[in-house]
């Protein structure tokens, strides 16, 4: 079983050509999977069943496993029979069917718009260091790039000129995104300080040894912005969502929010409304009369 795994990610790496992020995130899930056949007596991929998978799944989510997460395990489940399949080892798929349970929805954390100007419009070192970070936090906030889209981002992505990023994300699937006026400005004093370094390929973001950043030591830039500028926790993701849900108070144009941020499913993207709805909800409570008077009779 190990073995027929170890091909599975294989195939992964060498035809789908998927990231390494997935392969680590796809074996990690199956060697679960695989553990608990073990543990059971299950001898085969062929052997295990959809009851079998079912309990599996049950047991998981009674120990704290997140919704998301077993999903996430079935989809690998689902991709390694799919190979199987495919590779006559197998006639069944005993995730088909199977569905994670629903956990509570949890709202991606955003900064409001006064706090993402706070962090960006601070005073800033005319600096490697500073003036670097800085064009990091605007890029985010300014074309809603993922964390791995920044940290791959080369200079002939860029055409600061036109105010465009050209991004590589998820499915090696190419968008164009917008860029910022504060941006481009914060990208053009970067870019003057970057050859500093001795850069040593075209990466835009690099240490002060010339080497590109990797997802680490973004994030904790990222972080120590954060706790410096406002005192709280702040991720590159954060930074996403709040690109985002910014955009879509302001536009109300869902599919132009899906078309930046690369997702494949609308659904993904609906989330934000959810965010939006909590502002209005807020402003509703605040601001109108009837809400207000309510609020007032039940003290």
Not at 101 to 122: C, F, H, N, V, Y
Not at 175 to 181: A, C, F, S, Y
Not at 189 to 216: C, E, H, T, Y
Request: some cysteine; aromatic content about 6%; charged content about 25%.
């Amino acid at each position: 079983m190990e073995r027929q795994l170890d091909a599975f990610i294989a195939h992964l790496r060498n035809e789908r050509q998927v990231s390494e992020h997935t392969q680590l995130a796809y074996r990690r899930d199956l060697a679960n999977v695989l553990a608990y056949c073990g543990k059971t007596g299950i001898a085969s991929w062929s052997a295990l069943q959809i009851q079998h998978l079912r309990q599996f799944v049950a047991r998981q989510h009674h120990a704290g496993q997140s919704s998301r997460s077993l999903a996430r395990m079935l989809s690998a489940v689902r991709g390694l029979y799919r190979y199987l399949n495919r590779e006559g080892l197998c006639d069944h798929d005993p995730a088909n069917g199977l569905a994670a349970p629903k956990g509570e929805r949890r709202l991606p954390k955003t900064l409001d718009t006064d706090r993402a100007l706070q962090l960006l419009e601070g005073a800033v070192d005319d600096d490697f260091l500073a003036r670097r970070d800085q064009a990091m936090l605007e890029l985010f906030y300014s074309s809603g790039l993922r964390l791995s889209e920044l940290t791959s981002l080369d200079l002939d992505q860029l055409d600061l000129p036109a105010g465009l990023v050209q991004v590589h994300g998820k499915g090696s699937k190419t968008r164009v995104l917008p860029v910022g006026r504060k941006a481009r400005e914060a990208l053009e004093k970067w870019l003057a300080l970057r050859g500093i370094s001795a850069p040593q390929d075209n990466a835009v973001f690099v240490s002060q040894q010339g080497r590109r950043l990797g997802p680490r030591a973004i994030q904790l830039r990222v972080q120590a912005a954060g706790s410096r500028e406002l005192g709280q926790n702040l991720h590159p993701h954060m930074l996403r969502h709040s690109f985002a849900s910014h955009l879509l108070e302001s536009s109300q144009d869902l599919r132009a929010v899906q078309e930046m941020l690369g997702h494949a499913d609308i659904a993904t993207t609906q989330i934000y409304t959810h965010l939006d709805f909590q502002h209005l909800a807020s402003v509703y409570d605040s601001a109108h009369p009837r809400a207000k008077r309510s609020k007032d009779s039940d003290s």
